[in-house]
Structures are given as structure tokens and as C-alpha cells.
């Protein structure tokens, strides 16, 4: 053993000695060749693996096949975005201007009765009080100095004391949308409007928003103005236990002064 693996070394590096150019012969740069590892073997790795690189080049290629296609309907898609948005903008106005319909046009919404005329305005002015959006034309122009105001919190006689539970919804409830509504009837005989209505109170302060199903009974004089409003929530009567009324009437009384209202002009 300790022969041949003298041996081994001292041929190996006979081998090693540049020949001399006119020792240099065809014959005897193939062995050179041949004994180079590396190119040899990268060959055959090459050959041996090929169809594995194959699959795999061709699966990069129809990966890269499908960016490109998802990469061209992205540059499709960054060509029409302007419409896109105008369309969202126009379906937005849209939207909005149904919302405000809602609130202010009976016609367009309302699922019930439609109502024309003086009883178009007063339900619109109505809607327009449970919005939070309280103004002294809407009493002036559809109410009564000597209305009622009932829901089940009060019960308040004259305009002194149901306008400021009006003007004073807004500091409680800043927000405040008319979900949907139907009017159920409209008669003369009793002079009357009712309707059905859902709406979103949003509380100040801690944004909590609170939706209430309530039927509304409008009574009108022989000029169609408002005589009393009635309030029921989830179509409930009015509270009628011991001290109820007397709570109520105290609510009506109470809020006047916290709660300061513009004055009616009683010449109209």
C-alpha cells in the first residue's frame, strides 16, 4: 500500500510539467483537455438535467406568460380608471341625491300614499324636523302657535314649548337620517296624515347611532296646519302608568329653559 501511494505521488506531478512547445503535439493536448473536471462535468450535469431544466424554463415561461398578460390588462386597467371614477362619482351624486329626495320628497321615496299640495309640504317639513334640521319657516309655514307636541318623553302645549324639543334635537343628536318612511293614510275626515317612519339618531359626543321605528300622527285644522303631531314609538300608545303624564308635562316645561328658541311672528 505504501508502494502504490508512493507511486501515486511521485507520478502525479509528472504530470504536472508544462511540455515543451516541440514536445506539444495534438495528441497531447487531449489529455489535458479530458482531465479537466469542471467543463466535463457542468456538460453532463447539463445533459443529465435537461428535461428537468426544460419543465422548469418551461414553466417560468408560462409564469412569465401570465405576468405579462395580468401586467397588460393592468395597463388596461390603469387607462380606464378616469372612467371608472367618473362613474363612481356620478353613481355617488346619484346616491346622495336620492338620500336627499328621501328626506325631503314624499314622491320619491315613499313607499305609501303620495301626497300633493299643502300635505306634500307638511310632510316634507315634518321629515325635515326629524332630521335635526329645525327652522323657524317650518312653523311659521305648517304648524300651529297652539299645536301639541306628544312622544313618549312629553307633551307639549304651544309653540313655547314644543319648538324647543325641535332645537333642541340637534345638540343631542347631530345627525339624524331618515331611514325610509310610508304614509298609510291621508284623510279628511278625521283631518288627518299618518305615516310610518325608521330613522337614525347619531348620538353627540360618543357617535353611537340609534335606529327608531315609530308611526306619526299628523292632525290638521281646516287650513291643513298642524293641530298636533303625535309621536309613537314602535307604534306604542303613549305611557299612561302613575306619574307618567306628570313627567312629561315636566320635560315640556323644563326644556324652555335650557334650550333657547327664535320667536314665532304671530302676524302671519
Not at 482531465?35 to 414553466?59: E, R, W, Y
Not at 305615516?195 to 299628523?218: A, C, L, P
Not at 302608568?241 to 313627567?247: C, D, E, P, Q, S
Amino acid at each position: 500500500m505504501a508502494s502504490v501511494i508512493s507511486s501515486t505521488t511521485t507520478t502525479s506531478p509528472s504530470t504536472s510539467p508544462i511540455p515543451s512547445p516541440t514536445q506539444q503535439t495534438p495528441g497531447a493536448r487531449r489529455p489535458s483537455v479530458d482531465l479537466s473536471p469542471a467543463p466535463i462535468q457542468h456538460f453532463h450535469k447539463s445533459k443529465v438535467h435537461g428535461p428537468h431544466l426544460t419543465g422548469t424554463h418551461l414553466l417560468s415561461g408560462v409564469s412569465g406568460a401570465a405576468h405579462f398578460s395580468s401586467s397588460t390588462s393592468g395597463q388596461t386597467n390603469l387607462q380606464s380608471p378616469p372612467l371608472d371614477a367618473a362613474a363612481a362619482a356620478t353613481r355617488r351624486h346619484r346616491h346622495s341625491s336620492s338620500m336627499s329626495s328621501s328626506t325631503h320628497s314624499p314622491s320619491t321615496s315613499n313607499a305609501g300614499i303620495v301626497l300633493e299640495g299643502k300635505r306634500k309640504q307638511i310632510l316634507e317639513d315634518v321629515l325635515e324636523l326629524f332630521c335635526s334640521r329645525p327652522t323657524i319657516e317650518i312653523f311659521q309655514r305648517s304648524w300651529s302657535p297652539d299645536a301639541v307636541f306628544e312622544d313618549p318623553l312629553s307633551q307639549c302645549i304651544g309653540y313655547p314649548e314644543y319648538a324647543p324639543q325641535w332645537f333642541g334635537m340637534p345638540k343631542l343628536f347631530p345627525k339624524s337620517v331618515t331611514l325610509n318612511y310610508k304614509v298609510l293614510s291621508s284623510t279628511t275626515n278625521p283631518n288627518r296624515i299618518v305615516y310610518h317612519q325608521e330613522q337614525e339618531y347619531t348620538i353627540k359626543g360618543i357617535g353611537t347611532k340609534k335606529v327608531m321605528k315609530s308611526t306619526v300622527v299628523i292632525e290638521l285644522d281646516d287650513q291643513d296646519r298642524i293641530i298636533k303631531l303625535d309621536d309613537k314609538w314602535d307604534g306604542k300608545d303613549h305611557p299612561v302608568r302613575w306619574g307618567a303624564l306628570l313627567l312629561r308635562r315636566l320635560n315640556a316645561k323644563t326644556l324652555p329653559w335650557l334650550v333657547s328658541v327664535p320667536k314665532l311672528d304671530k302676524s302671519e
